[in-house]
């Protein structure tokens, strides 16, 4: 690349305002992370799609460039030629604002536009979004902005994908491709779990504020809860060992119907990537195949096993507003976990090696989703936008439950205490487990 | 029949106690209420089977008695011969506690046991059930009658579930039959729709007392709610064609993101039972087909297409703690749409023909179920009992919506303010309806 | 049935002329006979139907009438008014040329038409039938006898259908009713099998002459063959549970593949009907559960396995020119097997005590239908006939094999030494086996 | 690649005997072809499978090159290590004896091994395989040779794979790649069709001599035809736009049963890869799209819809016997269609402008496989072999057509007139024609 790329980090000063400056920085940080990301791979492995849930790298970066070019440069530079024309059939993810496209299931099968045209049209992009934001009357500037930076969150929400189909599409692959290798550091122990008590009553949950946040975080409003006690930890690999061990997988008094009727069906045995071998309990990571870790946070359970176990252990899942409450009253110190610019890919667990205080709560942030037992859905006085920014999130409040926190693939600026991340309830490819709660 | 026959309303008056007796009586009502249910149909039509939802009139049959015989006589009972063994795996519907069962979409390919035998069945358990009361020692009445209790409340859901797949098998049927015929007339308009305030804070629901209660209506609990404003009567048919009419089905705007799917795959146009013909628009009724009544509340949609029309309208509906208080608060006068007992098997909509007065809710119960917005989830501090019994209501919650009312074919008597029903978003062969509902 | 029925045997004679009163004779024996068959069933028996490929013997006994009212009485009565228009969607199998009818899988759904009005279309259409017969313009009688011997053979079709359709639904319920109650006779053991030669060469096969066939037997021609021989007997179960022993249905060396995809998917590891027990392996037949009988013919095999046995033994199937003219070459002294007018709806075997002769071909009709190593194609110089009769045979000359010989379900006069019947590969509920071959 | 390698044309002089020479001739050139094959493809599409039916070009380069390594040289070096053992089960296509292997509809979810990898495989292969025939002992050089020249076959199958492949995954593409560009030549009119007349009576079909052949076309053997004609050239596009323009895709009287289901449930209308466009037909090549030709012989059709024109036409399909017979009676002058060595990779139709000889047969080899109206079955006397080289053709003979004549895609020195093509009655994706016949 060539240090006149806009992708450059050092590229030459911009000679736009400082406004500007900043945002055509930020826009391309957050580019450029992307093509960091692609690093790792060969030519091949931007081509595939192991299931329907996961999409070809290929795809993402190109769909991610699409979202650019259709909901801004559409809008500011109406006469101007799209790059081409067939890449808004291709690279539509489910905007039925934007007509047709292609099948989801069948992403894998497209070989063209290939990998060096993505990349083109990626670049073509972005020359023309900097271009864009050097030059758009200073009256424009507010709406370009509020689009932008939905369109890096949306960014970073593919960064998180990348990661986890990458996953799943090497996991599904005989010779266990290796994404990232570096050695493996055991996890520490946590401290002794305990159950950390909340006060009930009326307590707001919510966004507020000038931060950007989705629409699905608004309105602010007023919640009713009882007193309540979380876990002050993720539930570990070695919990999980001893649920499995108990053979909750064959009892079916511990599942939702929905979820048992999964059980059978797909013969869950396990958390995905989870082998049985001969050496043992070993999971699939981006690093490789390696002996499960005791003292790591299980991941990629679906809501149907974070609900399993915490009825096996006589305890429940957080609702989400538990969660944001619990989360902000220890607002002044959370101890994350690891988030994508970790460059971990993995749930690294407890960080500390002194015990923190007692009542700190571990994790809250960061190494994985935490299912609750909350459906999502609106909150109380919530607007779904007009048009196909309304289909962001609005159209997906049905048949899918909230997950808080962040992952070790979530890139640390995107997530914050009101984030509600939403998945069906049988999904498991995403770095997702569980933190008990129960009542006071 | 003879006069002997326990299911005999005029039998010869019982000797037991008056608390026994008023048991036995109980008892006796509501299994007679099932069998009468049975008068119009033909033999044929206890057998079968449209879809897997539904299940044949023979089984409801044998499935209810097989409860009292499962869960009461074995308990009480253990060491007497069960009727047929066999039966166990016949009519078990989906309690795993119990064992194997037939895969309930085979319901409908099983000609034995014949009617006659069932009835059989259904009779002998009957004899044994009431000699259970006469004689139990006294110290067991209360346990006895706990589960007697919960036995007729399940028969009472099946007598629902009875006549609704009636519906459906005999809407499938090219010959249209008609399960209990009569004069049609014509619903009365409402008065005029109007948005009804109620003020938020925090308010209780859920079951307390006495009473019998479903354990998924406990706890009571408090919710914080903001004010909110809701129609004073259903969406009818006459609105619901206008909604048809502005292509509402060919507009992705309105939809969830699952309900447009099913829109597409199931090519729905209309409400279940509505079709287009020369003449215009008719429903199919368990009294024939008929043209479409403008004035009656609109019944037979999913809650996708609840939503999308209340997306269409510009409101949306409400949440089932926001329904339980707005119908608490007007328990003094409730304008009742028809139950099962009023044999219409049709919702009836206004009845009143002097206007009630403003701010009046009409037909909060009875005539159909109003989808809510709210998930099927637990309520705060709910616990799922141990054993069969736990498998009732706390196995299904996921993935389900809550409903509201009570329907025209509901035993009256069945219903509460706290009573929560619950069905997949996309199901459509219950009476079910809409109530709008706004932002105050 | 008043003396009067047109179903009566002993009816008041007929004042038709000979030739017409043999007509009236053949079609009332033939009907009586379907009406026979239904005697033993239970109301409900009529209406269910297992899997798409059997239908409910409702249907059979409507479809069966339908034939005469459309073939016939819609072409010499075009003015008469249908007994029901609705029974053409209902009663329609596989017409094309007659428009839309009921989807197959579906026909276990309808419990309208009742067995009562379908006895009572039944009993219309014969009495039209009968007097069409006594009326109608003597130039029409050729043309009328001719449509109304294939009325009669489909019939007769059908009652074949009518047994093995029961059996199928019978054995899929868990009651395990019983058709027909009788001792279980233990089979003979067959004389040593031992392999008959015929002398290969060009030769004739198909249908010539004037007494009825299907127009798939047609035209006779010649072939060439090689020479041959043919067990003189019909595979046995006994040999068959030596296969099973041997591990056949895990050794994929036997099988063809689609075959082999079958029994993985399907879970083959035996013959249809057959139940491994605590007592060893069981079988269910139309008289209930009873032990394998190591000397009687195995039934309810598919091509697939057919074929997997004889690549097991060494041998192969015969073509079904072989198998004509092996037993033409035997017309003198067929050793017959068991046909419907026996009443025992299961193969019986061998019915000699005393060895006949070296060289006598055992069971060639009747038993059991055998599975030959030929496609069901046309034979050279087929016309397959215009219209909706065109249909009967020829459109489904695709993807299935050729079976010969009659079963214990086959009325006796239906079969000859030309007979084609075909089934898919996979297709077990038949009354199916294998005769093996060898080159000579 | 470097000039001593074995895939180079114009590699260092071999000093194997001539006999072992010419064996590494073949070996090289049949190996380069595959190579050459790949030339127009980008990395990208090597990856990709768009149906079960075809196979990533990555998989057929591995495939062939695994054929090698497991039936030559794990049998003459049975202690020499593999090259990568688990390409053993990624490249194993059908061969159960030979253990688990990759399921075929994920052959495209598999990004490694990478084409660098798959080509080294390769390499490393070819020259094992060479330098076995240098070194081998004389003795083992005729067992060598009989599975070299299997190999080179196998090989030769899957080169006319890889383009019929390679076309699928292009056509579904909304870029519509393009294989290979080059300008398009107009097809000449044949001379008018004739129905050439051939003598019945018995006639041998089949491989007999020393050249290569597969198993299933032996033993040569004897058959009786009755007199037939064939039509001296394929059917055409224009002919087949006549089928379509008569609504034949609408007229069940044409159709097989089975077939018809297919054109209702794929919604066919016309050839695969036919496209009704503003500008009328066209239809997608390896070349693009470009105008149906009237004067092309039609390609891309099912047995269906071969049987069903034949039908239409008044005609028949004729069978594999009468096929072979007239192709050999007119051996001295085959007037040939295009072949895989011509590279135009389209049906060429007509070669000559001056008109042949009365009674001359256009095109039966090259340009079209032809669709026969025979059953893919096994002559008589064919011994399937034991193990894996068993599995070869045997274990496919059931539910599928035989093809006869070669492609244009097939290599020229792969077909005979003895040669048996055999696919499902449903596929499309080969370039499959027809050819009429009717009775003399």
Redesign the interface.
């Known amino acids: 690349m060539s240090p006149q790329s806009p992708l450059s980090k050092s590229g030459p000063p911009s000679t736009a305002s400082p406004e500007r400056s900043q945002l055509i920085d930020r826009y391309r940080d957050v580019r450029r992370l992307s093509e960091e990301l692609c690093r790792p791979l060969?030519?091949?492995?931007?081509?595939?799609?192991?299931i329907e849930d996961v999409s070809p790298p290929?795809w993402h970066i190109g769909h991610t460039t699409w979202f650019f070019e259709q909901v801004i440069l559409e809008r500011f530079e109406p006469n101007l030629k799209r790059h081409d024309d067939?890449y808004f059939?291709?690279f539509n993810s489910?905007y039925?604002?934007f007509g047709e496209r292609?099948v989801q299931a069948?992403r894998?099968?497209?070989?063209?536009?290939?990998?060096d045209d993505v990349m083109a049209y990626r670049q073509a992009v972005d020359e023309r979004v900097v271009r864009l934001i050097e030059t758009l009357d200073p009256g424009d500037i507010p709406a370009l902005t509020e689009l932008l930076i939905l369109g890096l969150n949306h960014e970073q929400q593919h960064q998180e994908l990348f990661v986890t189909d990458i996953k799943h599409?090497f996991a599904?692959?005989?010779?266990r491709?290796i994404y990232l290798a570096g050695e493996h550091r055991p996890a520490l122990p946590y401290p002794e779990a305990e159950f950390v008590q909340f006060e009930g009553g009326?307590h707001e949950i919510g966004h507020h504020g000038d931060q950007f946040a989705y629409d699905n975080e608004s309105p602010r409003?007023?919640?009713?809860?009882?007193d309540f006690r979380l876990s002050s930890r993720p539930v570990t690999c070695g919990e999980y060992l001893d649920f499995i061990n108990d053979n909750a997988y064959s009892d079916?008094?511990f599942?939702?119907?929905?979820?048992?009727d999964f059980v059978r069906q797909e013969n869950w045995k396990a958390p995905l990537y989870w082998l049985h071998t001969d050496d043992g309990w070993q999971v699939m990571t981006l690093g490789g195949l390696k002996p499960i870790d005791p003292n790591e946070p299980v991941v990629h359970v679906s809501?149907?096993e974070a609900?399993a176990f915490a009825?096996w252990a006589g305890k429940?899942l957080p609702t989400e507003a538990e969660w944001e409450i619990a989360a902000r009253a220890q607002n002044a110190s959370p101890v994350d976990g690891a988030f994508l610019d970790d460059r971990v890919f993995h749930p690294v667990g407890c960080r500390i090696q002194t015990p923190a205080e007692s009542g700190t709560l571990h994790g809250m942030l960061g190494d994985l989703w935490e299912w609750t037992?909350?459906?999502y859905?609106?909150y109380?006085?919530y607007l779904?936008a007009a048009g196909a920014l309304?289909?962001y999130n609005g159209?997906?409040?049905?048949?899918q439950m909230v997950l808080r926190g962040g992952s070790c693939a979530t890139p640390r600026d995107h997530v914050r205490l009101t984030y509600r991340n939403f998945f069906q309830?049988e999904k498991r490819w995403q770095f997702s487990g569980l933190r008990l709660a129960e009542?006071a």
Chains 1, 2, 3, 4 share one sequence.
Request: charged residues 20%; without cysteine; aromatic residues 14%.
């Open positions: 060969e030519v091949e492995d931007y081509v595939i799609q192991t290929k067939r059939f291709v489910y039925e604002s292609i069948n894998g099968t497209l070989s063209r536009p290939t990998l599409n599904a692959n005989p010779l491709p009326v409003h007023r919640v009713y809860l009882n079916h008094r599942w939702l119907s929905s979820g048992w809501y149907y609900a009825r429940r037992g909350s459906a859905l609106p109380p006085g779904q309304g289909e159209k997906f409040m049905s048949g309830p009542d």
